[in-house]
T-cell receptor, first 112, second 113 residues
Framework: NAGVTQTPKFQVLKTGQSMTLQCAQD?????MSWYRQDPGMGLRLIHY???????DQGEVPNGYNVSRSTTEDFPLRLLSAAPSQTSVYFC???????????FGPGTRLTVT | AQSVTQPDIHITVSEGASLELRCNYS??????LFWYVQSPGQGLQLLLK??????LVQGIKGFEAEFKRSQSSFNLRKPSVHWSDAAEYFC???????????FGQGTRLTINP
C-alpha cells in the first residue's frame, strides 16, 4: 500500500493563478480531508468528504474547492491563488468514525 | 466554544529527562483523543489514541497518555526522552458521531544533549 499520496511536493504560484493539489489513497477509506498548516496555528480543516459525491466545509474553506468523484481521489482546487494561501497542505484519510487518520507527506505552496 | 488547547508552544528538555506535554479540550462530551508527532519536513504520525476504557494508554516510541475526565485533559508523557524525539506534537480530538478532527496549536519539543 502506498497509503496517502500527494502531488506536487512543492509549488510556487503567482497571485491569481489557479492550480489543483492532488490527493489519493489506496486504503478504501471513506473519509478524506484537507488541512492547512501554518506556524502557531496547528492544522486547520479546509474541506472534508465522507464518501464519493459527498463533501462539506471545514474551518477555513474560502478560496478552495473540492470534489470527490471516486473513493480514492480528493483533489483540492485553488481558483485564484492569494498570498494568504501560502501554507503547507496535508491530505488525510480514515476508514470512518473513531479510526486512525492517515496523513500524506504534504505540499508546500508559496504564492507570490 | 469547542476547542483544543496545548498551553506550551515550545518545551526544551535534556536527553534522558522525563517529558509531559499538556492538552486540554473544551467539549460537552468526552471526545475521541489523539496525539500525533510531526518530524521536521514530514507528515503526521499517530502516537496513540483514546476512545474509552483504561484511561492510561500506551503508544509507539515509548509514549503514554492519561485521560482525566475531571480535568478535560489528555497529557502525553515519556519517562526518558531521546534526541530523536525532537519534533512537533499535536493533540487532536473528534466528537463521537462527528466527522471533524480538530487539532491543538502544537508543542515544539527541543532536546538538549
Amino acid at each position: 500500500n502506498a497509503g496517502v499520496t500527494q502531488t506536487p511536493k512543492f509549488q510556487v504560484l503567482k497571485t491569481g493563478q489557479s492550480m489543483t493539489l492532488q490527493c489519493a489513497q489506496d486504503m478504501n477509506h471513506e473519509y478524506m480531508s484537507w488541512y492547512r498548516q501554518d506556524p502557531g496555528m496547528g492544522l486547520r480543516l479546509i474541506h472534508y468528504s465522507v464518501g464519493a459525491g459527498i463533501t462539506d466545509q471545514g474551518e477555513v474553506p474560502n478560496g478552495y474547492n473540492v470534489s470527490r468523484s471516486t473513493t480514492e481521489d480528493f483533489p483540492l482546487r485553488l481558483l485564484s491563488a492569494a498570498p494568504s494561501q501560502t501554507s503547507v497542505y496535508f491530505c488525510a484519510s480514515r476508514r470512518g468514525q473513531g479510526y486512525e487518520q492517515y496523513f500524506g507527506p504534504g505540499t508546500r505552496l508559496t504564492v507570490t | 466554544a469547542q476547542s483544543v488547547t496545548q498551553p506550551d508552544i515550545h518545551i526544551t528538555v535534556s536527553e534522558g529527562a522525563s517529558l509531559e506535554l499538556r492538552c486540554n479540550y473544551s467539549y460537552g462530551a468526552t471526545p475521541y483523543l489523539f496525539w500525533y508527532v510531526q518530524s521536521p519536513g514530514q507528515g503526521l504520525q499517530l502516537l496513540l489514541k483514546y476512545f474509552s476504557g483504561d484511561t492510561l494508554v500506551q503508544g509507539i516510541k515509548g509514549f503514554e497518555a492519561e485521560f482525566k475526565r475531571s480535568q478535560s485533559s489528555f497529557n502525553l508523557r515519556k519517562p526518558s526522552v531521546h534526541w530523536s524525539d525532537a519534533a512537533e506534537y499535536f493533540c487532536a480530538v473528534v466528537l463521537k458521531g462527528a466527522q471533524k478532527l480538530v487539532f491543538g496549536q502544537g508543542t515544539r519539543l527541543t532536546i538538549n544533549p
